[in-house]
């Protein structure tokens, strides 16, 4: 008995080693087995592509603008001052409104000022009784000379003596006009329509009249329309003249330019080019334009900051990405375009100008083709993508 367990034992110790790939295939099926016992199997997870949203380039018409900044200026603008010197009796306004043309301002003291015309007035007066005078004596030397009764040299003294009281007269009338001005200039009236400043001095003072040291008492600066003066380069300004001319050769169109002011994002005052400087500034390089603008509400207000663009192209088609979809390298310009099998295909583009948040694509891409709009960071040349598609509209140019 001892004999054949012993035997036994022997033949089993000598049974061959099992192989390494035997062992590792029988470790994994047990691991599975073991997996199974849990009531799943763990399988590895999928990679699913990209989700990109793409679109088609929008195809409008659209026209160039050149930016610039500037200052609105008032088209006039005049300092209310004294013409006569006297104390401040009244100011007629109040302070930032509008004002009319011929409107009261201030009144000066008048009461010297009438008296100097009455004084005027009476030596008018005086000269007048002289020259009827002189002319009666003239008459009677006229017939006392044809009868012989006085000499030629006493005719030639009363003849002069009428020259003399008829220069008089007019002398007179000239004085009774300058004192009627002065006492007309008591009243400070508007020169122009527009808007008035504060008043500079108030009732009591004395203000002096005329000449340059005249007093200042405000100032009125006119509102509608508005200036705003920019500088362009030499060849903007020959763009702009020679877009003109080819408009219209018989009649010349005025070029449009829009104006934003500080808190605005978009350009809704509209004018026009109404003067381009006739010499460079030839330190700058540069010449000097001017857009005038209706401003019916007074919102446009002399000395605002002021954002404006002028037309710089005359309407024409073109292919629209915004640019968010445009990416760079390198100082080259380039989209990703989606395929019919949804892969993905790295293409140069050359761009055009901007249009609103949006970008020319001048050259590079077709209209039917679909380009990626969003999720640009995720792509690769050549790899597949999950699109959605979407349509770009007008929103791009505004």
């Known amino acids: 008995m001892m004999k054949n367990n012993r035997g036994l034992w022997a033949a089993v110790h000598r049974r061959p080693p099992l192989s390494g790939s035997l062992l590792i295939a029988i470790t994994l099926v047990a691991l599975a087995g073991c997996k199974n016992q849990g009531g799943t199997a763990a399988s590895p997870p999928s990679s699913q592509p990209p989700k990109v949203i793409i679109a088609q380039p929008s195809a409008q018409d659209v026209t160039e603008w050149d930016a610039y900044t500037g200052r609105i200026e008032a088209v006039e603008s005049v300092d209310v001052r004294a013409r006569v010197s006297g104390y401040l009796e009244q100011v007629h306004f109040k302070a ?70 008829a ?99 978009q350009f809704p005052h509209q004018g026009h080019l109404d003067y381009i400087s006739p010499r460079e500034n030839t330190v700058t390089g540069t010449i000097t334009l001017r857009g005038v603008f209706a401003n019916t509400d007074g919102l446009l207000n002399p000395g605002f900051f002021a954002r404006i663009r002028v037309r710089g192209s005359a309407p024409y088609p073109a292919l629209l990405l915004p640019d968010r979809a445009i990416g760079t390298d390198q100082g080259q310009h380039y989209v990703w375009v989606v395929n019919q099998d949804n892969r993905v295909e790295y293409r140069k583009v050359a761009l055009g100008a901007h249009i609103g948040q949006a970008r020319v694509i001048a050259a590079g891409l077709k209209a039917q083709e679909w380009a990626v709009i969003e999720g640009l960071q995720k792509l690769k040349p050549g790899i597949n993508v999950n699109p959605e598609r979407i349509s770009l509209d007008q929103t791009l140019t505004r």
């Open 167 to 265: 220069a008089a007269v007019q002398s007179a009338e000239a004085n009774v006009y300058s004192a009627r001005l002065n006492l007309d200039y008591t009243q400070v009236r508007a020169p122009i329509n527009g808007r008035i400043g504060r008043e500079l001095l108030t009732v009591g003072n004395v203000v002096n009249g005329g000449g340059s040291d005249a007093t200042l008492l405000t100032f009125i600066v006119s509102t509608d329309p508005v200036y705003v003066y920019v500088d362009a380069d030499e060849r903007s300004v020959l763009k702009y003249r020679r877009m003109t001319r080819q408009t219209d050769h018989h009649q010349s169109e005025q070029t449009p330019v829009e104006l934003a002011l500080a808190d605005e994002t």
């Open 96 to 165: 930032g409104e509008r004002v009319h043309k011929g409107d009261l301002l201030f009144q000066i003291d008048p009461k010297p000022f009438k008296a100097q015309l009455n004084f005027a007035v009476a030596e008018l007066e005086r000269a007048k009784s002289r020259q009827e005078l002189a002319k009666n004596d003239l008459a009677r030397a006229e017939r006392l000379f044809r009868a012989k009764a006085i000499s030629g040299e006493e005719h030639d003294a009363r003849s002069k003596g009428l020259r003399e009281t």
